[in-house]
Structure formats: structure tokens, C-alpha cells
């Protein structure tokens, strides 16, 4: 390639983003153009990768590198005493580029939202009364509750799971598993013992509305899980919703 090293470079960063969450890089065969654009440009290589990651202001003992590339995985432990800060100083040569995906357990009832850069999930747990679909927390014993994920994506992404997390009140409607078009979004969708998941192959840029429904089957006070989204080819792209008390009482 003969373009200017600054256009390769900027050709390079665009191709890391975008391969994050793609494994389709068009009608061009991938290797091509990966060979392509590391053979010329800036050297981006051979520089090596120094400990410039620190946590809590001491420098990060990084272990085995990808000698290409400078990649490198590293696991942190926290004990929950104090929260761990990662801080991150650019070598002034090349780009760096990572991510950091944060694993942990906490009470059902206390998690609120969390929307990510690219992505984000919000769940509403809907009944019909008077003809139109209203939002509760309260239902009826027997009633029908439509339960809508509204999606939203900044970027095309590849190989993407919800994984909405039901009360143990409700019970799907449509139990077999099979393939969905619904929202504009096509997905497969399957029913565990406690929760749905949908299997979306590619979720392009947008807004969806997807819903399924279930019947109010239990009495008694219940926490309604969270819907998790979750790229399983770049997993730091994710989100989830909120989770929610809700109460099923039979019918006066």
C-alpha cells in the first residue's frame, strides 16, 4: 500500500475497532488486508511493551505478550475493601487499546442499570387492563404479562446474548425454542429454568423492541432478574437493566 503512514494508521485503528466485535471484514479476503496494512505504515510491531499500567499506583507485573501484536491478558483480584484503580500511560510511540471486564456478585435487589458505550438493554414488565398494555410491578394471579426489551446499539455487533433473568411467578408462554423475527431484530430464543435467552448471530446499529410473553402462575412477592447483553466475540461490550420487585396476588 503506498497512502500516507498517517492514513495507514488511521485505516489500522479503524480496522481494531471495528474487528472487536466483527469477524466480516466484507467482501476482501481478512488476511489481505491485515498483511496489507501491517507491512506498511508506522512500525507498530516491533516497539516493545513496557509496564506502563499501574494499579493503585503501582506498576502491573505483566506476563506472557503476544510478540506481534503486544497483547497481553491480565487477572485482577479485588477483595472489596477498596475499589481497584487502573491507570494507563501511553509510550508516546505506538496506540494502545484495551478493556477492562469487571466480574462480582451482589444482592438481585439492589442492581440498577447499566448501559455500556456501545450498547445498552432496558426491560419493562407489561399486563393488559382496559384494552391497553400498561406497566406494573403489581399483577393478578392468571394474568397474561408481556415482558419487552427495548435494545439499543451504537454499532454493528456480531454474536450477541440476552439473557433475561424471569421471576419465579412467571412462566413462559411459548415454551418451545425456535427462531424469532420480532422488533425488526431477527434471533433465536430458547427457555432455561430461569430464564430467557436470545441468540442474536449480528445486531446492527439501532433501536429494538423485543417481547415475549408469560403468565402469572405463583402468588407472593418475587425479584423481577435482569436482562444481560453480552457480545461473546468482544465480551467488554455489554450492558444490562435493572431489577425490580414485583407482586402476584389472586384475582378479587
Given at each position: ?171 413462559p408462554v411459548d415454551q418451545l425454542p425456535g427462531y424469532i423475527y420480532d422488533g425488526g431484530l431477527g434471533f433465536y430464543r430458547e427457555n432455561g429454568d430461569a430464564a430467557t435467552r436470545l441468540f442474536i448471530g449480528f445486531l446492527p446499529k439501532g ?46
Amino acid at each position: 500500500m503506498s497512502a500516507p503512514a498517517d492514513d495507514i494508521d488511521a485505516m489500522r485503528q479503524w480496522i481494531t475497532v471495528y474487528a472487536q466485535a466483527n469477524d466480516d471484514l466484507g467482501a476482501y479476503n481478512p488476511d489481505y488486508i491485515i498483511a496489507s496494512v501491517l507491512m506498511t505504515g508506522s512500525d507498530w510491531t516491533s516497539v516493545p511493551v513496557k509496564e506502563n499500567v499501574t494499579v493503585n499506583g503501582r506498576p502491573l507485573e505483566i506476563g506472557k505478550i503476544e510478540s506481534a501484536t503486544g497483547y497481553f491478558a491480565q487477572t485482577l483480584v479485588a477483595d472489596g475493601s477498596k475499589p481497584l484503580v487502573i491507570t494507563v500511560q501511553p509510550n508516546g510511540v505506538t496506540p494502545s487499546y484495551g478493556s477492562v471486564v469487571s466480574v462480582g456478585r451482589r444482592p438481585m435487589a439492589g442492581i440498577e442499570a447499566k448501559a455500556g458505550s456501545d450498547v445498552s438493554v432496558e426491560k419493562r414488565v407489561l399486563v393488559q387492563r382496559g384494552g391497553e398494555w400498561i406497566e406494573t410491578n403489581a399483577f393478578a394471579l392468571g394474568e397474561r404479562v408481556r415482558v419487552q426489551l427495548v435494545i439499543k446499539a451504537k454499532r454493528d455487533v456480531q454474536y450477541v446474548t440476552v439473557d433475561d433473568e424471569r421471576p419465579a411467578a412467571f412462566e413462559p408462554v411459548d415454551q418451545l425454542p425456535g427462531y424469532i423475527y420480532d422488533g425488526g431484530l431477527g434471533f433465536y430464543r430458547e427457555n432455561g429454568d430461569a430464564a430467557t435467552r436470545l441468540f442474536i448471530g449480528f445486531l446492527p446499529k439501532g433501536t429494538y423492541h423485543v417481547a415475549y410473553d408469560m403468565t402469572a402462575a405463583v402468588e407472593g412477592s418475587f425479584i423481577s432478574g435482569i436482562a444481560t447483553l453480552q457480545s461473546q466475540y468482544a465480551p467488554e461490550i455489554t450492558a444490562h437493566s435493572g431489577a425490580a420487585a414485583i407482586t402476584v396476588s389472586s384475582a378479587e
